[in-house]
């Protein structure tokens, strides 16, 4: 059993500060991924959590119990790195008992003495080999391993500690494409079988879609969102959040309040200088206030037929097979994308008109949050799955 | 076919512009005259400057004659413990302070390499001189601080008596050159990456059984290296003893080591005339004595460590 | 937990901190005692100079009696001149080994790597009876030479396998574009291996400077000495007169130390940047 509770965690380096307090609740057994671009201090907050750097300020509990000053091995806790870190001069074999031979201070404390702690670690890392399928590979080096190997071999010296929480810091990067999304598989599976905690940092937002329980956006040492792939996906809070999640990325067009109502906002575009109608609470939302209104590209389409309309002049056209995405002109600003038909027969330099429906577009204000929607459409919120 | 000749020879040319001074002042100033004073020991030299081939007689002069052999192997036993101070007292203090230095977030880690190297980077003779000073029973400066620590008797005439010359000459040699130790080890040691000591502190290591059971194993090549250099530069030593003790490397040859005692057969002492080709003789057996070591360390033992990609 | 994690930073600090004491205090000692006068030394050398104790007539003494200024001119020109040779030409030679697959191109660089090992002072004998027959002996150029070829190997060792790293693109680019051997090295090779240049240069030169042994046999003569040299005679000679060895240990250390903490971040860059292995 592990629930960990991170309350006002913060790190600074000297004068610097890294994170500015962090809060968030992992349930036991849940596979929680912090995503973020680079430099955003999620990986430094995967330190802090196993216990590799002292937390600043904030409470760090596991269980209910404050572990700040608690080693890593005492917080039961452990982790794969990125680099695998498998130590180059040990065999498979001991690669994986090297945790277990450490003595008194090793996770199973006095336990380990005598003869039978030899037999007790041979048969924790047959076990954890096996069902890694590493059985072959026990007397070999690092060295002599490719980089998937590698990889389940960083897992299985994980496993065989039997903690309470994993920690996985980005453990696919250094892993071909092919490789990457069998290994993510892997891992997946291996959450079901073992019905741990894991938590696992990434800065890619696919591995955390497909991976994670719950997802929690960090940006610039702050949580930018927390919640499930699909919450995150249909409700993201902020424009970062909309914009980290989802690929490609959703597209943004500014705008200014012309009108204020209860359950919506006219917003003037300045990209066609349309006005829209849209269904969001406006909060404190003003008229002249700018806003920005987001659309996921697969959230358009061709046609007129929807209550959000655009036309445009498009760019490029790109034929996926299964789907097209057209790119759009957009003046000085990234081009805007709408994913189509495969069959679609749009071409380079046409002229198309586009559509949406009101209840898939998010408005955001100055701030860059997100103004609840008042739409009922089921098609556009996250469905609740029974837990 | 012709055109591939002409490029070939148009690249040799090249080569040869680049290889041809360097391999030419090595040649002339380092290996003939290594090769030649091999070959000079085989000889005899009058005054006059008549040579004549004598074969063995040199080494079996040195090797047999018993005032010969007793400087010989009273230099060669010295040299040994001069070395043997070296490889068990500096080299683990140089991997100490290598190993404290590279401990993650030290602060002042700079500072602290930057001035434990500073007696390396002074000459051999101003060290000599400043030790030699310090130790004088004329300044008191010694009685003055072994009084701190509680010795009351003053410091005895370290450098004077024959029990203690040659290990405090060897300690004060291993007080200059810690710092060279302390900076290959250093460095080794900044080579393993942080990921595999943090794996280790997650599996429950503490930096103490990280540093003996992961880094010191990673690092052992560098080790064996440190240790032929120092095994190169002890059986090459020279100023130290020359600075502080004379050519003499008194009292009584109790400091003498191969180097001085090369100097000597070279260019005579006291009564002894100096003699080039017995000069010639004792670098020679000084060349083979570091050969030995040089090539034990190249075919033993590191062929058996086993160097690894981190 | 709270205790040892305290202690053990402060206990690193208080070894590294001895262990500094340890290694500066001599030199610290002999460099404020060159400035009191004699009774100053005597009476309490631990003492720093005061108002009655100050005195620079050990400085006076060295400046009247000795050429220092000559043992300078003379270690610098040999340092900076063997230096230069060694760079230009041991770059030159790694370029050629790492770059122009010959026959004979490993037994060549093995053949120069013979050097970092065996000592050239064991060749002394031949060496100077060399120099005698090139009519060389109490010159400067004498202990250029040998120090080039002192040090070469090491230089060449280093400088070829940077060379190596270097991406092939680049020279390939320049050699479609019809830039000559000669310019390649000069033009694109010399400036890409700088760092590696300096650690050399620093490898090369702290040997040099501080040798004894060469400006003993080779180079003997008062007008040749070197600062190393000089030093050793001087004391010699006035073994006696505290101030005069004082000072002049002073003079020969003071000038090393402000260069060593002018160059210290950039030498011991070098020494642990991965160059050497």
């Known amino acids: 059993m592990a629930d960990i509770k991170l309350s006002g965690i913060k790190k600074s380096y000297g004068k610097a500060e890294v994170l500015h307090g962090i809060d968030i609740d992992i349930k036991d057994g849940e596979f929680v991924v912090f995503v973020g671009p680079s430099g955003c201090g999620k990986s430094t907050l995967l330190r802090l959590i196993a216990g590799l750097e002292t937390i600043s300020d904030g409470d760090l509990q596991i269980d209910g119990e404050t572990v700040n000053d608690m080693t890593p091995s005492q917080r039961k806790i452990a982790m794969v790195f990125q680099s695998y870190a498998l130590y180059p001069h040990m065999t498979v074999y001991k690669n994986m008992a090297f945790g277990l031979t450490l003595g008194k201070k090793g996770p199973l404390g006095g336990l380990l003495g005598g003869g039978e702690n030899k037999k007790l670690i041979d048969e924790k890392v047959q076990k954890a080999a096996k069902s890694l399928k590493l059985e072959d590979y026990l007397h070999r080096y690092p060295r002599e391993l490719s980089g998937g190997q590698r990889q389940r071999v960083a897992i299985g010296r994980a496993i065989v500690r039997d903690p309470n929480v994993f920690l996985f810091d980005e453990p696919l990067s250094n892993l071909d494409a092919a490789l990457r999304v069998n290994t993510r598989l892997e891992i997946a599976k291996l959450h079901q079988d073992l019905e741990a905690t894991i938590i696992y940092v990434t800065h890619d937002q696919v591995e955390a879609m497909t991976l994670a329980d719950k997802i929690v956006v960090v940006n610039g040492g702050h949580v930018a969102q927390c919640g499930s792939p699909l919450e995150l996906y249909h409700h993201p809070a902020n424009k970062f959040v909309a914009g980290f999640i989802g690929s490609p990325s959703m597209n943004f067009l500014e705008g200014t309040t012309t009108a204020v109502h209860a359950g919506s906002l006219d917003v003037l575009l300045d990209y066609d200088n349309s006005t829209a109608s849209i269904p969001v609470h406006p909060d404190e939302t003003q008229i002249g206030d700018k806003v920005t209104i987001g659309i996921r590209p697969e959230h358009m389409k061709e046609g007129n037929d929807q209550s959000f309309k655009l036309s445009a002049k498009v760019n490029v056209v790109e034929r996926l097979g299964e789907a097209s995405y057209l790119y759009l002109e957009n003046g000085e600003n990234d081009p805007l994308c709408v994913k189509t038909d495969g069959h679609s027969i749009t071409k380079a330099g046409d002229k198309v008109e586009l559509c949406a429906d009101f209840s898939a577009v998010h408005v955001f204000n100055a701030e860059g949050n997100a103004l609840a929607r008042t739409t009922s459409d089921q098609k556009y919120i996250a469905p609740k799955l029974s837990a | ?310 | 937990m709270k205790l040892s994690k305290r202690v053990g930073p402060l206990g690193v600090h208080a070894v590294l901190m001895c262990y500094t004491v340890i290694a500066l205090f001599p030199i610290y000692l002999v460099i404020m005692n060159s400035f009191k006068s004699k009774k100053g030394i005597f009476r309490d050398p631990l003492a720093f100079p005061t108002g009655t104790t100050f005195d620079l007539v050990g400085f006076e003494k060295v400046i009247a009696r000795s050429s220092f200024d000559v043992y300078f001119t003379n270690s610098i020109s040999v340092t900076v001149i063997s230096l230069v040779f060694v760079l230009l030409l041991g770059a030159m030679a790694a370029w050629a080994l790492a770059e122009y697959d010959f026959p004979g191109s490993d037994m060549m660089a093995l053949y120069l790597a013979i050097g970092i090992m065996i000592p050239i002072r064991l060749g002394s004998v031949s060496l100077l009876k060399m120099i005698v027959g090139m009519g060389l002996v109490n010159t400067l150029t004498a202990l250029v030479l040998v120090y080039t070829a002192q040090g070469l190997p090491l230089a060449i060792f280093i400088l070829r396998e940077f060379i190596a790293q270097i991406p092939n693109d680049l020279k390939e680019a320049a050699r479609c574009d019809g830039v000559s051997e000669y310019r390649i090295f000069w033009s694109i090779i010399l400036p890409l291996i700088r760092p590696a240049l300096a650690t050399v240069a620093v490898f090369t030169m702290i040997p040099i400077w501080n040798d004894l042994w060469f400006p003993l046999i080779l180079a003997p003569s008062q007008e040749t000495a070197t600062v190393t040299l000089g030093i050793q005679q001087f004391i010699g000679q006035y073994v006696t007169d505290w101030n005069a060895v004082l000072a002049s240990l002073t003079l020969a250390i003071v000038p090393i130390l402000i260069l060593y903490v002018i160059f210290s971040r950039q030498l011991i860059r070098g020494l642990t940047s991965g160059a050497v292995k």
Request: proline share 4%; net charge negative.
């Open chain 2, 1 to 310: 076919m012709a055109l591939k000749n002409q490029r070939g020879s148009f690249f040799r040319t090249h080569i040869l512009v680049f290889l041809l001074p360097a391999a030419l002042i090595y040649t002339l100033f380092m290996i003939i005259p290594l090769i030649d004073t091999v070959r000079y020991s085989f000889y005899d030299e009058t005054a006059e400057g008549i040579t004549s081939f004598v074969g063995w007689d040199n080494y079996i002069l040195i090797l047999t004659d018993e005032r010969w052999w007793t400087d010989f192997s009273n230099a060669l036993e010295n040299n040994f413990i001069f070395f043997v101070i070296h490889m068990f007292v500096q080299n683990p203090i140089g991997l100490l302070l290598a190993a404290l230095l590279s401990l993650p977030r030290l602060k002042m880690a700079n500072s602290y390499r930057t001035l434990i190297f500073m007696p390396t980077m002074l000459s051999v003779v101003i060290i000599g001189f400043i030790w030699k000073l310090i130790l004088s029973p004329l300044w008191g400066v010694g009685d003055t601080l072994v009084g701190f620590v509680g010795m009351t008797d003053g410091l005895p005439a370290l450098l004077g008596e024959e029990s203690t010359a040659l290990i405090t000459l060897s300690f004060i040699s291993v007080w200059q050159f810690v710092g060279i130790p302390m900076m290959l080890i250093y460095a080794a040691l900044l080579n393993v990456p942080d990921d595999l000591v943090d794996a280790a502190i997650v599996d429950g290591a503490n930096q103490w059984t990280a540093f003996w059971r992961i880094k010191l194993p990673l690092i052992l090549p560098t080790i064996a290296m440190v240790s032929v250099l120092t095994f190169v530069a002890n059986f090459n030593a020279f100023d130290l003893i020359y600075a502080v003790k004379g050519a003499l490397a008194g009292p009584n040859f109790e400091t003498d080591i191969m180097g001085t005692m090369f100097y000597r057969t070279f260019f005579g002492y006291q009564l002894q005339p100096g003699s080039a080709t017995l000069g010639a003789t004792v670098a020679s057996l000084m060349f083979l004595v570091i050969l030995c070591g040089v090539m034990l360390y190249l075919f033993v033992i590191q062929r058996r460590l086993q160097r690894y990609q981190l």
